[in-house]
Each structure stands twice: as structure tokens, then as C-alpha cells.
């Protein structure tokens, strides 16, 4: 399992702002779009599970497993840079998954070969053992209960090549469990992107949670995208990982390097 640096994308110098991003307002604004630009770094991240994988198992990655892919940037991503590289996708929601096609894919030369979208369970099995199946974006606290969770993460492990990894992200410290906003000005001042806490219960774990996005204009995109989930915490999540087979579970902190464990 590794947390991975995530929302490093570059941010462009102030006015230096493309003509339709000076323009943009709630009206006009596509909020995939908004959220690819936002929270996607699927080259740092793609990046990352490469040079893990390769650093581990001491062969280069080949088949990648997305799971709740959505937009499926990551799958994008890797099956980009060389082309023997394969991956597969799943996710319950057409919606993400065509505007992935005809926004991340399209570039792609020959992608329909090598790239399968499932618009199935993420407990589904895939087509070919992945060597790595990842779910980003804290997508797995959609699983609520414990059970739910446990089942989810044997079904990874019963679906991975013998060798293979499993990496998810995960968000913590006290102040993830704060109600609280958080802004941060994307691609110049584009437009603002709001992280927003709504509510924590610590008796149950259940976690309300939602983005916005504020427009130049003064238009806002309230709720662009909410979630109802279950915060689950790295020591949960140590022991039901080893409890679904996994042998080995490393978390990586934001800012670890190989210089200094501890950053």
C-alpha cells in the first residue's frame, strides 16, 4: 500500500491565463474538466507506481489496473508512454468514463487495444492478472463497513499477478477530521478549487465531504461533486490488508524521499 504525492500539477504564472480560462465561469465550465485539473497528477502518480513496481519486483510494470477509474487519467497515462504497456479499467459510472475516452484517450494511437473500460463492481475480476491495481483518490471508503472493505481487498489480492502490487492513497492527520474549507487557486487563478469537510462523526468514522469550485467572475460551483464515505485510518487499513493475504504493507508519506524516511 503506498500514499502517493499527489496535486503537484504545475501551476501557470499569473496572466499568463489561456483565453477560455479567462472566460470561465459556472455557466460554461465542465466540472470533469475542473476536477482532472484539480486533483488528477497522473503523471507524478504514474510515475511513482513505475518506479516502485520496477524497484520491487525488478522488472518493469506492463499491465495496470484503475480502479473507480472514472476519467481513468492514470490508465491514460501509462498506456502513453510505451506501447507495449496494456491496462483495464472499472467503474459503475458512464458519465466519467465516456468523457475519459474522448478527453484522455483519443490522443492515443491504437488505445482501444490495449485500454479496457469495465462498467462493473471493482470487485469484478479483470480481464488479465494486473501486475498493479491501484484506487486513488481515497475512491475505496465508498466501502462503509469493515466486511465490505475486507471483501474488497481479497478480491484484489485473488486478482493480482503473483507478483503484484496493490497501491491506494490515502488523506489523514487531525485536520482531516476538521470541519473546515480549504481553497487552492488552480492554473494561475483559472479558478479556485474548495475542498470542502463537512462533517466527521468519530463514533461511526462517517465522513461527509464535498467540492466546489469559485470562478473569476464571482460564479460558484457549489457541490460540484459530494461524498458520503467512511474515514478510514492507516491502521485500520494495515490490518485488514493483511488480513485479505497481503504480506507486506509500506506506507509512503508526502515529502518521503530516499534521502530522508522520516520528511
Known amino acids: 500500500?503506498?500514499?502517493?504525492?499527489?496535486?503537484?500539477?504545475?501551476?501557470?504564472?499569473?496572466?499568463?491565463?489561456?483565453?477560455?480560462?479567462?472566460?470561465?465561469?459556472?455557466?460554461?465550465?465542465?466540472?470533469?474538466?475542473?476536477?482532472?485539473?484539480?486533483?488528477?497528477?497522473?503523471?507524478?502518480?504514474?510515475?511513482?507506481?513505475?518506479?516502485?513496481?520496477?524497484?520491487l519486483r525488478g522488472r518493469p510494470l506492463k499491465h495496470f489496473r484503475e480502479d473507480f477509474c472514472g476519467t481513468a487519467a492514470m490508465a491514460a497515462e501509462f498506456i502513453s508512454?510505451?506501447?507495449?504497456?496494456?491496462?483495464?479499467?472499472?467503474?459503475?459510472?458512464?458519465?466519467?468514463?465516456?468523457?475519459?475516452?474522448?478527453r484522455n484517450f483519443s490522443k492515443i494511437e491504437g488505445w482501444e487495444e490495449r485500454m479496457t473500460f469495465h462498467?462493473?463492481?471493482?470487485?469484478?475480476?479483470?480481464?488479465?492478472?494486473?501486475?498493479?491495481?491501484?484506487?486513488?483518490?481515497?475512491?475505496?471508503?465508498?466501502?462503509?463497513?469493515?466486511?465490505?472493505?475486507?471483501?474488497?481487498?481479497?478480491s484484489v489480492y485473488a486478482d493480482l499477478a503473483d507478483d503484484g502490487l496493490f497501491v491506494v492513497d490515502l488523506y489523514g492527520g487531525p485536520e482531516a477530521m476538521s470541519e473546515m474549507e480549504e481553497e487552492r487557486e488552480i492554473d494561475g487563478g483559472a479558478f479556485t478549487y474548495v475542498w470542502d469537510q463537512k462533517q466527521y462523526n468519530p463514533g461511526t468514522g462517517q465522513y461527509q465531504t464535498a467540492i466546489h469550485f469559485r470562478f473569476r467572475d464571482g460564479s460558484e460551483w457549489t457541490d460540484a461533486f459530494e461524498y458520503n464515505w467512511r474515514f478510514w485510518h492507516l491502521t485500520e487499513l494495515r490490518d485488514i490488508l493483511f488480513e485479505a493475504g497481503f504480506s507486506e504493507v509500506r506506507p509512503y508519506f508526502e515529502g518521503t524521499d530516499e534521502d530522508d524516511e522520516d520528511e
Do not use: I
Not at 500500500?1 to 489561456?18: C, D
Not at 494486473?130 to 475486507?150: G, H, I, M, V
Open 1 to 55: 500500500m503506498a500514499s502517493t504525492t499527489r496535486n503537484k500539477k504545475h501551476k501557470k504564472e499569473k496572466g499568463s491565463l489561456k483565453k477560455k480560462d479567462r472566460r470561465l465561469n459556472r455557466k460554461n465550465a465542465d466540472r470533469l474538466d475542473l476536477y482532472q485539473r484539480s486533483v488528477n497528477s497522473p503523471e507524478t502518480d504514474v510515475d511513482f507506481v513505475m518506479e516502485q513496481f520496477e524497484a
Open 81 to 102: 508512454r510505451d506501447e507495449s504497456h496494456t491496462a483495464e479499467g472499472f467503474d459503475l459510472d458512464p458519465e466519467p468514463v465516456n468523457w475519459g475516452k474522448n
Open 119 to 154: 462498467l462493473a463492481d471493482v470487485r469484478n475480476p479483470a480481464d488479465k492478472r494486473p501486475d498493479l491495481t491501484c484506487a486513488q483518490n481515497f475512491s475505496y471508503w465508498y466501502f462503509k463497513e469493515r466486511a465490505e472493505l475486507l471483501g474488497y481487498f481479497k
